[in-house]
């Protein structure tokens, strides 16, 4: 006979109206990827309980967009001394359940951090426009309104950066919000919920609903709610986008990615070698800017495989708490599962393995696996034209600077790039030339700072408006315009035609 001990999990609640609320139904497991050990369940919600949180928030909302600006920009900058005083606790919070070690996470949570700094001078971003004497007597003025009740849903890799990029500026413009974070790592979002009451945001204001495709659905399909940001995978943002689109919805859809990384033969191999090992293992390859793809130009690729073999060989996989780890574990065994599929297929189809992660050796269950670097990749290979989303940095030979620009403009995604050299001339035509939305010149990972706007091209965003910084004040608003006169009552103002200036 066996005995069965049960433990009994913390539940992970939903926060709405400012309660914390637990499952009345499904919940989900939450593991810590580096022992592959459920840690926790959340609550999934039922399409029921989305309409009764967009109803909360609807409510909510009306007092919220009467407050001050002032008011408001107060509250931005109370979160702000909040997260920067508990970065560590959040960043701790992070790597439990994402397994990114904890100098990541709390990078994470500083870039999290410039959209609550962008947002403290909201009273600045909101301002309208005014034309005086646009006809005799006449004057025209334009201004933003909230939209009313949005949506964010946020992928697993980002549990604090991509719920602030959306829901800080959404709250600032003076919406309310339902956040649907990843079911994988949902822990940060109600720790955000937390910080943001705390910093004294009305409770129905930020909301965070917990679930999966079901709770996704009825976010949809909700006619409270008038708009979606999302960000997550290609498949699942062409349906969000599509789905809210039919709904009469306001949507941006950030998708997926495949970063390409061009060497020139003039750059300085060292310095590439470093940022391409950067940016290819960093978060276990788990970053949408992460890169994916080198592209060797000339006759240089030899060298900087040595070298970035040299690099891979020093790497420390571990558990993202233990201090000495680079890289931590992936998000699921389904992902490590997926992520190994990728290697095990890429000697079949004509490329070579040069590094193989998977000969890593740590002990335990966790979702681990080494860093992989593969060489002669070429379009038409699977791990070439698919989304890898792990510690996969492949190589592709191409003998001119036209190959190179030719060969990522045929991609599908377009979310990052970069080119590294030490020529201006090359550098400011690859910013010319190449389709991809955001561009690194010498960087690679050139993620926009909180002023600018973030967002891809192609597969990689489907809408029109970037997210955080001024597009998504414009995302957020609704822009109203009126024309006043103030008419002189002696005279007639009687006539049937169109008016013009
Ligand atoms: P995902 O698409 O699986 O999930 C994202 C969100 O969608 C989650 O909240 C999830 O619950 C929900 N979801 C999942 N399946 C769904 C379905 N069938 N119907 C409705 N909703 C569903 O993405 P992920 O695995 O959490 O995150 C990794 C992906 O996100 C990668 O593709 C990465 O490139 C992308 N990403 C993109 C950016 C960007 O800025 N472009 C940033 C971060 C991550």
């Known amino acids: 006979m066996t005995t069965v001990t049960e433990t009994k999990l913390t539940q992970v609640p939903h926060v709405v109206g400012g309660e914390r609320i637990l499952a009345d139904g499904r919940v989900g497991p939450v593991f810590n990827p580096a022992t592959g050990q459920q840690i926790a369940e959340v609550a999934l919600a039922s399409a029921d309980f989305v309409h009764e949180a967009a109803r909360a928030a609807r409510d909510a909302q009306k007092a919220w967009r009467d407050t001050g600006l002032g008011k408001r920009q107060q509250v931005m900058f109370r979160l702000r001394q909040i997260i920067s005083e508990r970065a560590e606790e959040?960043?701790?919070?992070?790597?439990?359940?994402?397994?990114?070690?904890?100098?990541?996470?709390?990078?994470?949570?500083?870039?999290?951090?410039?959209?609550?700094?962008?947002?403290?001078?909201?009273?600045?971003?909101?301002?309208?426009?005014?034309?005086?004497?646009?006809?005799?007597?006449?004057?025209?003025?334009?201004?933003?309104?909230?939209?009313?009740?949005?949506?964010?849903?946020?992928?697993?890799?980002?549990?604090?950066?991509?719920?602030?990029?959306?829901?800080?500026?959404?709250?600032?413009?003076?919406?309310?919000?339902?956040?649907?974070?990843?079911?994988?790592?949902?822990?940060?979002?109600?720790?955000?919920?937390d910080a943001f009451a705390e910093a004294g945001l009305p409770a129905g204001i930020l909301n965070v609903v917990h679930g999966d495709k079901e709770a996704v659905d009825a976010i949809l399909d909700d006619p409270i709610i008038r708009a979606v940001s999302f960000v997550g995978s290609t498949p699942i943002a062409k349906y969000i986008y599509t789905r809210a689109a039919e709904n009469g919805k306001r949507v941006q859809?950030?998708?997926?990615?495949?970063?390409?990384?061009?060497?020139?033969?003039?750059?300085?191999?060292?310095?590439?070698?470093?940022?391409?090992?950067?940016?290819?293992?960093?978060?276990?390859?788990?970053?949408?800017?992460?890169?994916?793809?080198?592209?060797?130009?000339?006759?240089?690729?030899?060298?900087?495989?040595?070298?970035?073999?040299?690099?891979?060989?020093?790497?420390?996989?571990?558990?993202?708490?233990?201090?000495?780890?680079?890289?931590?574990?992936?998000i699921t065994r389904d992902a490590l599962e997926r992520v190994t599929g990728f290697v095990d297929g890429a000697s079949g189809e004509g490329a070579t393995v040069v590094v193989d992660g998977r000969e890593l050796d740590v002990s335990g269950e966790g979702f681990f696996i080494g860093p992989s670097l593969v060489d002669n990749v070429a379009p038409g290979m699977r791990v070439y034209d698919e989304e890898i989303?792990?510690?996969?940095?492949?190589?592709?030979?191409?003998?001119?600077?036209?190959?190179?620009?030719?060969?990522?403009?045929?991609?599908?995604?377009?979310?990052?790039?970069?080119?590294?050299?030490?020529?201006?001339?090359?550098?400011?035509?690859?910013?010319?030339?190449?389709?991809?939305?955001?561009?690194?010149?010498?960087?690679?990972?050139?993620?926009?700072?909180?002023?600018?706007?973030?967002?891809?091209?192609?597969?990689?965003?489907?809408?029109?408006?970037?997210?955080?910084?001024?597009?998504?004040?414009?995302?957020?608003?609704?822009?109203?315009?009126?024309?006043?006169?103030?008419?002189?009552?002696?005279?007639?103002?009687?006539?049937?035609?169109?008016?013009?200036?």
Request: charged share 20%; proline share 6%; net charge negative.
């Open 389 to 501: 989303f792990g510690p996969v940095l492949s190589v592709t030979r191409v003998s001119s600077y036209d190959e190179a620009v030719e060969l990522i403009n045929a991609n599908r995604f377009a979310n990052g790039t970069a080119v590294f050299t030490r020529d201006g001339k090359t550098a400011r035509q690859f910013e010319y030339d190449i389709e991809v939305g955001m561009v690194g010149i010498n960087v690679p990972i050139p993620v926009p700072i909180g002023a600018y706007s973030f967002g891809g091209w192609k597969e990689s965003l489907f809408g029109d408006t970037h997210m955080y910084g001024p597009e998504s004040f414009n995302f957020y608003t609704r822009r109203k315009v009126v024309t006043t006169r103030w008419p002189d009552p002696s005279e007639s103002q009687l006539s049937l035609g169109f008016p013009t200036h």
């Open 253 to 330: 859809a950030l998708g997926g990615a495949k970063n390409h990384m061009i060497v020139m033969p003039d750059a300085d191999l060292d310095a590439a070698a470093d940022a391409a090992v950067s940016a290819g293992y960093g978060s276990a390859g788990e970053r949408c800017m992460a890169v994916s793809v080198v592209v060797a130009v000339g006759d240089i690729a030899d060298e900087f495989i040595e070298k970035v073999t040299q690099r891979i060989r020093g790497l420390r996989v571990g558990d993202g708490f233990d201090p000495d780890s680079d890289m931590g574990p992936l």
């Open 90 to 193: 959040l960043a701790r919070i992070i790597t439990g359940e994402h397994g990114k070690t904890v100098p990541d996470a709390l990078g994470e949570v500083a870039r999290g951090l410039e959209n609550v700094e962008f947002c403290t001078s909201l009273m600045h971003h909101l301002k309208g426009d005014y034309s005086e004497q646009v006809a005799g007597g006449v004057d025209v003025h334009q201004v933003r309104q909230p939209i009313g009740v949005v949506a964010c849903i946020t992928p697993f890799n980002f549990p604090v950066m991509v719920p602030l990029w959306m829901v800080t500026t959404a709250i600032a413009a003076g919406n309310a919000v339902i956040l649907k974070p990843s079911e994988r790592d949902p822990s940060a979002a109600v720790w955000l919920a």
